[in-house]
Nanobody
Framework: QVQLVESGGGLVQPGGSLRLSCAAS????????MAWYRQVPGKQRELVAT???????NYADSVKGRFTISGDNAENTVYLQMSNLTPEDTAVYYC???????????????WGQGTQVTVSS
């Protein structure tokens, strides 16, 4: 079983910063990519940023220039540095990982439990 454990959420004022972390552990052979999504009540979960094992990144237009995703492949951990936060960034942030359990390469996906980010004065 593979687990994703997120941390770093909380309450921050507009214009502030937060750093989220997500660590993967368990029966992992290889992680192909990790990503951050976010969801607000009544809306679909949306992709925020992705980080691949080859260190390439991708961002939603709404966070470009403000958020930075990075990873530590040796530690199976991905980070999301969020800056210049606005109330519209308030959401539950979820980590997602695509991985294989063996050299066979069959891919699986797992979600973290989510961490609340609230941007408010």
């Amino acid at each position: 079983q593979v687990q994703l454990v997120e941390s770093g959420g909380g309450l921050v004022q507009p214009g502030g910063s937060l750093r989220l972390s997500c660590a993967a552990s368990g029966s992992l052979f290889r992680i192909y990519d990790m990503a951050w999504y976010r969801q607000v009540p009544g809306k679909q979960r949306e992709l925020v940023a992705t980080f691949t094992a080859g260190d390439s990144t991708n961002y939603a237009d709404s966070v470009k220039g403000r958020f930075t995703i990075s990873g530590d492949n040796a530690e199976n951990t991905v980070y999301l540095q969020m800056s210049n936060l606005t109330p519209e960034d308030t959401a539950v942030y979820y980590c997602y990982a695509q991985y294989s359990k063996s050299p066979l390469g069959i891919r699986y996906g797992n979600w973290g439990q989510g961490t609340q980010v609230t941007v408010s004065s």
